[in-house]
């Protein structure tokens, strides 16, 4: 049986590759400090022969006994309000953690896959984004530690690579969304689900022109489990082309739900991207890979979720207690 580590394992994506991998037989192990994730994401793993959990910051060092043979790496804040609440805890996990998990993978001879994300474009001067334009990122606003700390990881990833010959995959990812994701964690879609199920109005950033392109989880988890388990080494985008406007997205909502909700026009936050849209073509020819996920199924079925989530959690304002996992 092939062994996997997943970081950020209690997270919305790390969670949903648990399952995968845990569906196409491999032993898993899940490690994550739930700074910004969940247990209940990963409870229904807990009694499994081929599941094992550690609870552990992985920007400390990393001990764990037997062989491995692959690595992915996924844990990291993501949501632009999370990491604007603990930067330096964002720019820990990205740079020291990848780096814990580098010598890790090199201990013990396994390969390692490096979540890394549309933000290494900043707010792109290029569009739709191809994997070879280098971004324009403000190193000191406000978004700096995320983009930074995840650009940091793909030059150590692919020093590591070069230098020790440590067999690595770099994805990536553009907004990804579906169950699980949490849903005071401030991004759009659970803020707009949050907020149409509480009967308040929408809220747009800015005058609601800037755009995204929606790709739902099982896309992207098709994706970065064959990008694992290909022969290339350099960054591949994965996401979903689909463009949209946020105030032609939260229009879609409103609708989706069925609730009369208003819009309202809040300030738009400093250097959020204006336009964002992958060029796949790369996934295509070298995965073989596109999305199948329309937006309107998806969203569907990520509405059901909420819906169905507590009245306790629905009405919960109160963001992550960080204090509680953090040493500053
Ligand atoms: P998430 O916040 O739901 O999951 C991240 C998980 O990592 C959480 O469970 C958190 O507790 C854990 N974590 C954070 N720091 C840790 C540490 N030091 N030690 C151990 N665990 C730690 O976020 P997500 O959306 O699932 O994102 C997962 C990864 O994918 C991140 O690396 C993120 O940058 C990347 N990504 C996600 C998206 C997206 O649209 N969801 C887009 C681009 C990149
Ligand atoms: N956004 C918004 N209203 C909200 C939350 C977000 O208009 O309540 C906008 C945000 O300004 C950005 C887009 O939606 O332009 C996507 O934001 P998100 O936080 O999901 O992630 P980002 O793509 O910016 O990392």
Redesign the pocket.
């Known amino acids: 049986m092939k062994k996997v580590l997943i970081?950020?394992?209690?997270?919305?994506?790390?969670s949903h590759l648990c399952d995968r991998f845990i569906t196409e037989g491999f032993y898993v192990i899940g490690?994550?400090?739930?700074?910004?994730?969940d247990k209940k994401n990963i409870e229904h793993l807990l009694g499994l022969e081929n599941f094992e959990f550690v609870e552990?910051?992985?920007?400390n060092f990393i001990e764990l006994r037997g062989g491995l043979d692959y690595i992915l790496h996924?844990?990291?804040?993501?949501?632009p309000i999370?990491y604007l609440k603990i930067p330096i805890?964002t720019l820990?996990?990205g740079a020291l953690?990848t780096h814990n998990l580098l010598g890790l993978a090199k201990a013990k001879n396994a390969r390692m896959l490096i979540?890394?994300?549309?933000?290494v474009y900043g707010d792109p001067l290029v569009h739709p984004q191809t994997e070879d334009y280098y971004g324009n990122v403000n190193t000191i606003g406000p978004r700096g530690v995320y983009d930074e700390a995840?650009r940091f990881q793909e030059a150590i990833t692919m020093a590591y690579n070069r230098f020790h010959g440590l067999q690595t995959r770099i994805v990536r990812?553009?907004?990804?969304?579906g169950p699980r994701?949490?849903l005071n964690?401030g991004r759009v879609i659970p803020a707009f689900m949050g907020q149409a199920l509480r009967g308040e109005d929408l809220t747009v950033f800015g005058n609601g022109s800037q755009t995204r392109s929606f790709c739902y989880v099982d896309d992207q988890v098709e994706g970065i489990y064959r990008l694992l388990l290909s022969d290339y080494d350099h960054p591949v985008n994965i996401g979903n082309p689909h463009e949209i406007t946020i105030k032609a997205f939260a229009e879609e909502i409103i609708k989706l739900t069925g609730t009369n909700q208003k819009i309202i026009y809040k300030e738009l936050p400093e250097n959020d991207p204006l336009q964002r849209q992958p060029d796949i073509s790369l996934a295509k020819k070298v995965l073989n890979w596109t999305p199948k996920v329309s937006r309107e199924e998806g969203m569907k079925i990520t509405f059901n979720y909420f819906k169905n989530l507590s009245t306790e959690d629905l009405h919960n304002r109160e963001h992550k207690d960080f204090d509680k996992h953090i040493k500053r």
């Open positions: 970081t950020g394992a209690a997270g919305f994506l790390g490690i994550d400090n739930f700074i910004t994730g552990h910051d992985v920007t996924f844990a990291s804040p993501a949501s999370d805890q820990k996990v953690g979540a890394s994300t549309s933000e995840k990812i553009f907004n990804t969304y994701m949490r964690d």
